[in-house]
């Protein structure tokens, strides 16, 4: 049996989807109308009442009769549902074509799917803010059963009311359904469109965009346009994260090793920073083979297993003790050497580490809890509710795209370009040689690395004992 919709006795409108007495109820006018501001109000609008006269009314007759006059087709997704005319006395109009009401018996019963009726009755029940009747073992089953919903909620006019029941259909499933939104984001990202449901394109984006590089040609053929230009302009926006981050890790000068104004800048006093310069190259050989080897932004996911490598820092995260062998291989040096060398590396790591962090490209923007459902892709997509919704999107000519520099440089000039860009260059200065030091000789940068702060009493100390060693 289709719905659980009930019938208002007082209503004013007789609905009739089929011959069964469960497709067959009323409902009031003025509730269609204000709730379709384009189908309805011109279906049962007040020029179309029936003229009843003074028994009709009496009797409690309807206004308007509505009928499911025939069934989905190819021409016609939703079938037509339309208004037949009738008497003063309430009665359908001669004039009429055949009522289904009154087919049962006869062999006009069309032959419609059990799903259309239960889908109308629950549409019929979003404009009384009733729940749906929808049910399924599992929430894949919820899908295949509450996406058909949008094609009649948008022949009805209703769109809006019917995504919103549908949201909170979803939405009680909670973390499964953005598991399941993270497995399957192209999927929900074009429903979500369709429903204008901005919690779950939002979430359905930031999916998009860290899966991009691993989805097929066909893949991205089925996303809506509107959908697919707002995934790229987030996904080059999260690739400019990537590509600033990368430079500043390979334009790094840990502050212990620069020689500013004022700083002993004898042959000796660098030569006494050798070890340094030595973990310094190590460390720059390997991560520019992992960026030659497209271990980062352009990765198949998007460099998640890179930057989670970089988060970690410690001694067996990346570029070990076995890595730094091969160095020294060709490199030979003695064992304390070495050890000083691989301890210089890890206070590399730390401010690397740092630098990851302030990038925050390992954040997670979504709603999913990555710790009960870890993923296998970058989750930190920036999304904007104002700028990021394309149903909503200025027209053309508008500036869509004010969205502020990914990590934003500590000294900012006069723009020459437009706001979406980065100035690398500048990016990179910064990150490598701070900010220059104040007239009065301050510097309040000695405490930092191209504007990351970092713990350098342990590393002074450290870097004070390998220039004795």
Known sequence: MAGRFSTSEDGDVQVILGPREDLQFKVHSQVLRESSPGFFADLVSKKSEAPLGPTAKRQGRPLYHIELIQPPSEQFKSGILAR?????KGMLAPTNPPSVAYAKNSGLTPKVDENIYKQYKNCFAAMYNKPLDIQGKNLQHIMMEAFPHLDIAEYLDILPIVSKALENVFMAFGQELFRIISRQPTVWLNAAYRMKSVLIFREAVIHTVGK????TDATKSIIFPECMA???RK??????????LEARIISLYPRQIQRRAGDNSQRQAYSADVM???ALGFFRHWFGQAIVNDKSYRAPDGGFQFYTDLAQAGPSAYLDRTVLNVFHNRFNMSKKASQVVENHVLEIK????QSLVEAELLSNESLLDLAKHPVDHLTSCKFDNEKDIPWALPTAGDNID??????????????????????MEEVIENTMFGEPEKEDGSDDDDETMGGVEVDTKNSDASHKRSRKE
């Open 84 to 88: 037949l005319e009738l008497t003063d």
């Open 212 to 215: 991009y590089n691993s989805l």
């Open 230 to 232: 707002v995934i790229e």
């Open 235 to 244: 996904r080059d926006r999260l690739n400019m994260r990537g590509k600033v």
């Open 276 to 278: 340094f310069w030595v």
């Open 350 to 353: 730390e401010l690397v580490r």
């Open 402 to 423: 004010q969205d502020q520099d990914p990590i934003p440089t500590r000294k900012r000039s006069a723009p020459s370009r437009a706001s979406s860009e980065v100035d």
